[in-house]
């Protein structure tokens, strides 16, 4: 059973930097891809992060620059720095592992990312 559990939210000014982290317990966490997804209020849920096994990484346009996906294998753990963080991009953050692009286990409770003007 594949459990996903984030943290490092918080409420932040623009401008500003929050690191979040998400532990996966199971064995999906070595052999998977992980990745990083967003949803806001009213909105999809979207991916915009992704890195693979080897450590290859890809960002949506809108984090670009700005967002940057790491893991640490020994710990099971996928991080996301978030720097230069704006008001949209306020939203709930959810971890999940990937096959493509596509989540896979059960959604964790994710962690809440509010950024002020």
């Known amino acids: 059973q594949v459990q996903l559990v984030e943290s490092g939210g918080g409420l932040v000014q623009a401008g500003g930097s929050l690191r979040l982290s998400c532990v996966v317990s199971?064995?999906?966490?070595?052999?998977?891809?992980m990745g990083w997804f967003r949803q806001a209020p009213g909105k999809q849920r979207e991916l915009v992060a992704r890195?693979?096994?080897?450590?290859?990484?890809n960002y949506a346009d809108s984090v670009k620059g700005r967002f940057t996906i790491s893991r640490d294998n020994a710990k099971n753990t996928v991080y996301l720095q978030m720097n230069s963080l704006r008001p949209e991009d306020t939203a709930v953050y959810y971890c999940?592992?990937?096959?493509?692009?596509?989540?896979?286990?059960?959604w964790g409770q994710g962690t809440q990312v509010t950024v002020s003007s």
């Open positions: 999940n592992a990937l096959i493509y692009s596509t989540a896979v286990a059960t």
């Open positions: 890195i693979t096994s080897a450590g290859s990484t």
């Open positions: 199971g064995s999906i966490f070595s052999r998977n891809a």
